[in-house]
């Protein structure tokens, strides 16, 4: 979990990641020059997520840029928050006329979503979707064995009690009095409540771009009801079968892809300081926003500390946030970017 060695008797120094500007907006320009359209990078390390901060990033972003014909969006992440994306989304497409995702590598859940508010997604050999039917981690979820809250799916819940109605005996309890003992009543409810919000933001967001009802209501359930596992990886043809406006990715621009993937993978490396056992700092880059000359990411800046009789990690002297990198007139400068 932590990266830093402590030298006896000394604070040690917090490690920093690299921030590597001048060479991610030279993969940028090269990329831009092949398209015909601007790009937009969106990129979450392992620990980021599709969140409603990042709505706000983008804003700054597009509204710096202006509106255009026709954006290129490359998309990295594992997922986040399915809100999140229908604002992300309705945000890009009051900025363009015609939107294109660029998925080289994984692009699951809240990021699947995002990337259906898109014309046409251009997909890799590596690129895959996945189901975006709604997980959730409700405060009165059970815990695991470090004392966090796990996240419940009412897909689950569903299998659960299809089992039990599948190898019932007469003499066998309602299933839902062995699930309370469990799973509070109320993570029930607002699981079966999570799944009817990811069908509507799947229809809310394929609706920006196509106006078949029937098309709509078929890629909206396929990808919130077919997959026995909400990771499964739907690969480019699986992505045609649903319905989607999904093609190949040429060589050329998926290699420069996996390029800046591997630049900011070495600007969201770990960066975690050990003070003692139970103490350590994160500096960590969780999240990038990228086009040409602007770059914003953000930056975890944060003590956590063990609490022993709790079992759990809390978090202390936050002072995580955005920073903006904007290139004018030949000279960098940076900012903090601030959102109450």
């Known amino acids: 979990m932590t990266d830093s060695k402590p030298t006896a008797g000394k604070t040690p ?18 990329i831009d020059g092949m398209l015909d359209g601007d790009l937009i990078t969106y990129w979450n390390n392992p620990g980021g997520s599709v969140c409603s901060n990042d709505v706000m990033g983008f804003y700054q972003m597009l509204e710096r840029t202006g509106p255009k014909k026709k954006l290129y969006l490359f998309l990295k992440s594992n ?24 998925i080289p590598l994984e692009c699951a ?14 997909m890799g050999p590596m690129a895959y979707l996945t189901a975006v039917d709604t997980s959730i981690t409700h405060k009165l ?30 003499h066998t309890d309602n299933p839902y009095q062995s699930l309370f003992q469990h799973i509070h009543p109320l993570v029930i409810g607002d699981a079966d409540r999570s799944n009817s919000l990811s069908v509507k933001l799947s229809r809310d967001i394929l609706s920006f771009h196509i106006e078949d009802g029937a098309a709509i209501e078929k890629i909206s359930h396929a990808l919130n009801t077919w997959y026995p596992s ?3 990886p739907i690969i480019l043809r ?54 040409k000359n ?25 002072n995580s946030g955005w920073r903006k990198l904007e290139l004018e007139k030949g000279k960098v400068s940076k900012s903090r970017f601030h959102i109450s």
């Open 238 to 291: 699986e992505a045609q079968a649903v319905g989607l406006n999904a093609v190949e990715m040429d060589s050329e621009t998926h290699d420069l892809l996996l390029d800046l993937n591997e630049v900011y993978s070495e600007m969201g490396q770990r960066a975690t300081t050990d003070f003692d056992t139970s103490k350590y700092h994160n500096n960590e880059i969780l999240n990038i926003i990228e086009t």
């Open 230 to 232: 909400h990771s499964y």
């Open 294 to 318: 602007l770059q914003l990411y953000y930056q975890v800046d944060k003590d956590w500390q063990y609490i022993t009789e709790e079992r759990r990690w809390k978090g202390l002297n936050d």
């Open 109 to 122: 859940s809240a990021a699947t979503m995002i990337a259906l508010g898109a014309d046409k997604l251009i």
């Open 79 to 102: 997922g986040g928050n399915g809100q999140a994306s229908l604002r992300i989304v309705s945000l890009l497409r009051r900025y363009c006329d015609e939107l294109v995702a660029l």
């Open 13 to 30: 120094a917090l490690k920093q990641p690299p921030v590597l500007f001048d060479r991610t907006q030279k993969l940028i320009k090269k």
């Open 141 to 170: 979820s059970p815990v695991d064995r470090d004392n966090n809250r796990v996240s419940v799916s009412l897909d689950a819940l569903n299998r659960v009690i299809k089992l039990w109605r599948d190898e019932k005996d007469s």
